[in-house]
């Protein structure tokens, strides 16, 4: 099974400013088949990117995904209010699917 | 817009079997190449899939509970199935059934939680 360790577990931030999270798997993730998520307090996840660095369907282009094999980050540009969240890295390249810890995104 | 709304008791005693339901509207469940998960996350703690099914019935499992998880699909209802088996505390989660497209899940339920607790 694929491990994904996710840093830093916490990021404080302000609005207006860049985030970088960042996704390491203990080995090569197939076709670079990685996925983002965000989730905030009693909600469902919900799908930011895919492939590693295609947005999904209504995903502002603040947020880019990038890397391939064993290292991937998500950028989000400038944080805007809504950003403040959990996200949580997703390999789909070999079974079991795994998901990272996940990263707290937090208003500093 | 397809949704999906999971439904099922939301109290378990340990050793018995958790039995949930996800219900899609919006679209057939048997349309296009999708298969129909189901994730869980504990209380403030992260996410772990459980499994998934395509709508031949083909299933693949998270080896870690594959011995108690069987996932079903009743595409006259447009509805998949969980059952989990044997449960213990450890099992108490909130469960989400979500819907894959090429690996990543694009629609997610908005979640049930379930307790197993005497």
């Known amino acids: 099974e694929i491990v994904l360790t996710q840093s830093p577990a916490t990021l404080s931030l302000s609005p207006g400013e860049r985030a970088t999270l960042s996704c390491g798997a203990s080995?090569?993730?197939?076709?670079?088949?990685l996925a983002w998520y965000q989730q905030k307090p009693g909600l469902a996840p919900r799908l930011l990117i895919y492939?590693?660095?295609s947005r999904a369907t209504g995903i502002p282009d603040r947020f880019r995904g990038s890397g391939s094999g064993t290292d991937f980050t998500l950028t989000i540009s400038r944080l805007e209010p809504e950003d403040f969240a959990v996200y949580y890295c997703?390999?789909?390249?070999?079974?079991?699917?795994?998901f990272g810890q996940g990263t707290k995104v937090e208003i500093k | 817009q397809v949704q999906l709304q999971e439904s099922g008791p939301g109290l378990v005693k340990p050793s018995q079997t958790l039995s949930l339901t996800c219900t899609v509207s919006?679209?057939?469940?048997?349309?296009?190449?999708?298969?129909w998960s189901w994730i869980r996350q504990p209380a403030g703690k992260g996410l772990e899939w459980i499994g998934r099914?395509?709508?031949?019935?083909?299933?693949n499992y998270n080896p870690s509970l594959k011995s108690r998880v069987t996932i079903s699909v009743d595409t006259s209802k447009n509805q998949f199935s969980l059952k989990l088996s044997s449960v213990t505390a450890a099992d108490t989660a909130v469960y989400y059934c979500?819907?894959?497209?090429?690996?990543?899940?694009?629609?997610w339920g908005q979640g049930t939680l379930v307790t197993v607790s005497s």
């Open positions: 080995q090569s993730v197939s076709s670079s088949y």
């Open positions: 997703q390999q789909y390249g070999s079974s079991p699917r795994t």
């Open positions: 919006g679209g057939s469940i048997s349309s296009g190449s999708y298969y």
């Open positions: 979500a819907r894959e497209i090429y690996g990543d899940l694009d629609y």
């Open positions: 099914i395509y709508t031949s019935g083909s299933t």
């Open positions: 492939d590693a660095s």
